[in-house]
């Protein structure tokens, strides 16, 4: 079993949260902000490394993608994966509005181990069509095999609400259907989708459906299926099987932090739902597994899409 979403929670994570608290106090801010959430602290990334690794072992998972939560932060998953190459997929966040996005990016994939890059439209109020968007998928184009994460749909980050800071998103950029037109431009550059489209389900299918390039990640407790009356997991699988095939669907768990690490439910629950559907067991090796593997070999080839 593999799992394609994870977040590694750094000290540079939590210390910039701390930084956005009003009434911080005199501690070291990812202190401040540790201690308010209840959470325990990372240490440096190749301790976190450590201990994710550890956690893989304890929960039987034999590889997943790390993704750095901030931009600016791709030096720590980096460190992690130089640690456990074997272990840990590394994807960074990027901020495509912000000069010399492109070039930093490039830098951080050349540096080795990164694997992808993440982006979220509606965090950072940029069109998926615009320009700086195509800038990146550039980047990836010229080198085989990294991956375009792209956030859409409903966007909530716990950590922010727990904190008590603002999260002044705006979802409506964050629609599929406006990937369909650069993902189509760039058929050999993987794209993934996380939470099935956090809420835009539909039209995530109809994306996947014309651009073979695209893959859906299962992640997390997929709470979003509340805006639609009557949905269930079991027949979000059901669809997105029929729609998407087995061989591109991503199995996460949207794991982030210490002490909960690895969140068995999720998987326990997405299980469920396949068995209730009576997905064959091809299927499932493909979506809890097999797929992760050919997006993502440990010889380093690209992926063949």
């Given amino acids: 079993m593999n799992d394609a979403h994870c977040h590694f929670f750094s000290t540079p994570f939590f210390a910039a949260l ?24 990372p240490g440096t990334a190749e301790t976190l490394a450590d201990r994710w690794v550890g ?53 951080a994939l050349d540096s080795g181990g990164l694997r992808g890059m993440c982006l979220f439209p509606a965090m950072h109020r940029f069109a998926i069509h615009d320009d700086c968007v195509r800038r990146l998928f550039d980047v990836a184009a010229a080198r085989p095999g990294t991956v375009m994460f792209i956030h859409c749909g409903v966007l909530t980050v716990g950590v922010r609400k727990k904190l008590g800071l603002p999260s002044p998103f705006e979802i409506r950029y964050g629609n599929p259907l406006d990937l369909q037109a650069i993902a189509a431009a760039y058929p050999a550059v993987p794209v993934i989708v996380p939470h099935f489209g956090a809420g835009l ?47 591109r669907l991503l199995f996460g768990s949207d794991s982030s932090f210490f ?47």
Avoid at 22 to 35: I, N, S, V
Avoid at 78 to 83: E, F, N
Avoid at 204 to 215: H, I, K, P, S, Y
Wanted: charged share 25%.
């Fill in 201 to 247: 389900f539909r039209e995530a299918l109809m994306l996947a459906d014309l651009c073979a390039n695209v893959r859906l990640d299962t992640s997390s407790s997929n709470g979003w299926i509340k805006y639609q009356p009557g949905l269930t997991l079991t027949a979000v699988f059901q669809q997105a099987l029929s729609v998407v095939g087995a061989d």
């Fill in 18 to 41: 701390g930084r956005q608290l009003k009434d911080a106090d005199d501690r070291e801010p990812q202190e401040t902000a540790l201690e308010r959430l209840g959470w325990e602290a």
């Fill in 259 to 305: 002490p909960r690490g690895w969140v068995k439910e999720v998987f326990e629950q997405q299980s469920s739902a396949l068995d209730q559907i009576g997905a064959t067991t091809e299927a499932r090796e493909k979506i809890f597994g097999g797929n992760f593997e050919r997006l993502f070999p440990l010889d380093g080839r690209s992926v063949r899409l």
């Fill in 55 to 107: 956690e893989l072992d304890r929960a039987g998972v034999a590889r997943a993608v790390m993704i750095a939560s901030m931009p600016g932060d791709a030096g720590s998953v980096g460190a992690a994966v130089m640690r456990h190459p074997r272990r840990l997929v590394g994807f960074f966040m990027v901020d495509p509005t912000q000069p010399e996005a492109a070039t930093k990016a490039a830098a």
